[in-house]
């Protein structure tokens, strides 16, 4: 039955495109209708597959970016100028379209949504999806074990999800959001732009003595310099979950 249920997940399936949802001027989330989904769990991903006419094909990965309650599949796409696959599916794609995909794959970035343990999140520019699924996946379970989300990006322009972080971060359950920018601030933001380090992770982050679970995302540029850090300062490097993206994968 395992052998059976894995074998599911790397079966190509044909979804449906049953909403859109424009997040910035280059990033949009993509709802999918499947005709068999055997459900997910919170940092997992998935592959998507476009076939042109002649028959040329080109796959890339996704994270989810719904919670598993939620009932959809949802993936946030952030277009890449020279991408293959995220141009298409960032720019052309519309609600009624097929959409071929597999999954969802995954099993060491996760969280437990049983856990208890405060949670550390770091995310770099998009790698924020796979996190917000995490958070999604929290307020739908009830669950009130303390967040803190780290978030790096490089203009408010930039952000996904504001909206939503807002609503959650002050419902009072637990969940505190810091914004980082690296190359412009919001008028009037106390802090100059710049990238993080170690005395932002200090200050925003969980103390090694509090012993949280820790999920590091972003380019692995930034995924190494976070967990580096994170490490020097005392964080046990077994509880750091890291999950990197880079030009040699690119959407």
């Not at 052998?3 to 495109?17: C, I």
């Not at 949802?74 to 277009?79: F, N």
């Not at 002050?170 to 969940?175: A, E, M, V």
């Not at 005392?234 to 040699?248: A, Q, Y």
């Amino acid at each position: 039955m395992a052998g059976t249920a894995v074998l599911g997940r790397l079966t190509w399936q044909v979804g449906t495109v049953t909403a859109l949802r424009e997040e910035t001027s280059t990033a949009r989330t993509i709802v999918v209708g499947l005709p068999q989904w055997p459900g997910h769990l919170a940092g997992q991903h998935v592959d998507v597959r476009l076939t042109a006419d002649d028959g040329y094909s080109a796959q890339r990965s996704y994270s989810i970016a719904s919670a598993p309650a939620n009932g959809n599949l949802e993936l946030t796409v952030q277009r890449l100028p020279d991408g293959e696959v995220s141009p298409y599916l960032a720019q052309v794609l519309e609600v009624g379209y097929p959409l071929e995909l597999r999954g969802p794959i995954g099993g060491w970035f996760l969280w437990d949504p049983a856990g208890t343990e405060p949670v550390l999140l770091v995310a770099g520019g998009s790698g924020i999806v796979p996190l917000m699924a995490m958070i999604r996946t929290r307020a739908a379970s009830g669950n009130r074990a303390p967040f803190r989300l780290v978030y790096s990006i490089r203009s408010p322009d930039t952000a996904l999800y504001t909206d939503e972080l807002a609503v959650r971060e002050h419902s009072g359950d637990g969940l505190t959001v810091n914004y980082l920018y690296t190359r412009a601030t919001p008028p009037g933001w106390p802090v100059p732009a710049g990238r993080i380090n170690a005395g932002v992770l200090a200050e925003e982050g969980w103390p090694p003595d509090s012993r949280p679970a820790v999920f590091v995302c972003g380019p692995t540029g930034f995924v190494e310099a976070v967990a580096d850090l994170l490490v020097s300062a005392g964080h046990d490097s077994r509880v750091i979950k890291t999950e990197r993206f880079g030009p040699s994968g690119g959407q």
